[in-house]
């Protein structure tokens, strides 16, 4: 009965192999096309600036519009691209496939493992308690559950991609690497404390149904169509929010002299990683709205250690996040949570900042 | 009679599929009863980890995401 099911499902996709479709064709053009657009970026952008606005490159507002046309159009193509292959991949990588490996796996391993899985895996902040209990209820650890749960705001791929694109491979694998750091060690941490009794107590004895299994059968349309209508929800709500940060990075580009947020946010100040963690936690965004305010604050000297932790505490260290997860744990369970979370940050900002 | 349950703790992609669906329905022109879940501990008894989600007729079809029209379509038939 078993096979005879497993058979059934096999077949069909079989076909689907054998002939590409033409929505996968289509895809194949589009990636063509987004490639010959993307490396025509410069070029139009200094030739929309010098030959149709007139501007000079020498002047303010000349290099400002130089700056916009051009980090405009490449950030949104950019955020496009990646959300599509992530889109795509979330397909396969669903938290319930993530509960599984989990389940059942020691603290250590799984804390590492948890991180590591929580940058692949879908998760919304709306999810965190449905997700937690899911976790929690089917015998994942509490520490691990955290891990993951810090681990998948935290290094979003978006983000990843994105810094990549702007800053180059050295600033996105220390994002990558030092996020999944911290939310291996803070997720550990958490374990290591024992704080089951401040979670709610319905939580253990929640009714947890079986994995309705809804990702199993999708064809490559289906997950090509998964991946099109995260692009139509992600940039529709950030591209605003992205236009917004270059003009801002573009005007500061321009006019405001190089040592002015450099002489606030200096690294000699021992003061500003904190500072910037704090500013970070009442701040909401989503990972691919901050990456252009990051953009400004690097360009203008700010050191990397303090904007890297302004970043991370922003997009780690949600208050909506933490309102939501208050139905689930007690509040001395969520300050360790802050506590632990921008201890972490702390210490990648001041590392980053003392070797870089 | 249908019965089409949303799973979901009210932020704003649960209301948008609440839409979705409702006008799926009623371009089918299904004899439906919708169902607004909001109770947390009966999402998790549907075995769901990501909201928004809908179920019909107490089976999960859709698990945080928001299916086009024609793919709801095709669920709640």
């Given at each position: 009965?078993?096979n ?52 000079s ?24 691209l ?35 899985l ?64 911290i ?33 199993t ?5 289906d ?27 573009a ?64 997009i ?9 997860l ?31 | ?43 998790i ?33």
């Amino acid at each position: 009965m078993k096979n005879e099911l497993l058979l059934e499902r096999r077949l069909p996709s079989k076909r689907r192999w054998s002939w590409p479709s033409r929505n996968v064709l289509l895809m194949t053009g589009a990636l063509a096309i987004w490639w010959f657009l993307y490396g025509q970026l410069p070029s139009f952008s200094s030739w929309v600036t010098h030959s149709l606005l007139r501007l000079s490159a020498d002047t303010h507002i000349g290099s400002a519009a130089e700056f916009f046309i051009y980090e405009a159009p490449k950030v949104l193509m950019l955020l496009a691209l990646v959300v599509f292959g992530v889109g795509m991949l979330r397909s396969f990588v669903t938290p319930e496939w993530t509960r599984k490996i989990l389940a059942g796996k020691r603290e250590s391993v799984g804390n590492v493992l948890a991180s590591v899985l929580g940058v692949f895996t879908p998760f919304c902040s709306c999810s965190a308690v449905p997700l937690f209990i899911g976790f929690v209820a089917a015998g994942v650890p509490l520490g691990v559950t955290f891990s993951f749960l810090i681990a998948a705001p935290m290094v979003n791929e978006v983000a990843l991609v994105l810094l990549f694109g702007l800053f180059g491979w050295r600033v996105a694998a220390l994002y990558l690497s030092t996020g999944i750091l911290i939310a291996i060690i803070a997720g550990w941490t958490i374990g290591r404390l024992h704080m089951e009794k401040y979670v709610e107590e319905w939580a253990f004895k929640a009714q947890v149904g079986s994995d309705p299994g809804l990702e199993t059968g999708l064809s490559w349309d289906d997950r090509i169509n998964r991946g099109l209508q995260a692009v139509r929800e992600v940039v529709s709500k950030v591209w605003m929010y992205i236009i917004i940060g270059i003009a801002v990075g573009a005007s500061i580009h321009g006019y405001v002299p190089a040592d002015f947020m450099a002489s606030f946010m200096d690294k000699g100040a021992w003061w500003s990683v904190p500072l910037a963690i704090l500013l970070g936690i009442p701040m909401y965004s989503n990972a691919a709205g901050i990456i252009p305010v990051v953009h400004a604050l690097l360009e203008k000297g700010v050191a990397l250690g303090t904007v890297l932790a302004f970043m991370m505490s922003v997009i780690a260290l949600s208050l909506p996040e933490m309102i939501i997860l208050r139905k689930v744990l007690k509040l001395r369970l969520i300050l360790t949570f802050v506590g632990v979370v921008g201890l972490g940050i702390l210490m990648v900002g001041y590392l980053f900042n003392l070797l870089l | 009679m249908k019965k089409l349950q949303i799973l979901g703790t009210g932020c704003s992609k649960c209301k948008r599929l609440t839409e979705q669906v409702e006008q799926a329905a009623n371009e089918l022109g299904l004899e439906h009863e919708m169902v607004k879940v909001t109770d947390l501990q009966e999402i998790i008894s549907f075995g769901v980890m990501r909201t928004p989600a809908l179920a019909v007729d107490g089976q999960v079809k859709v698990a945080g995401n928001i299916p086009s029209i024609d793919e709801l379509k095709r669920m709640i038939a």
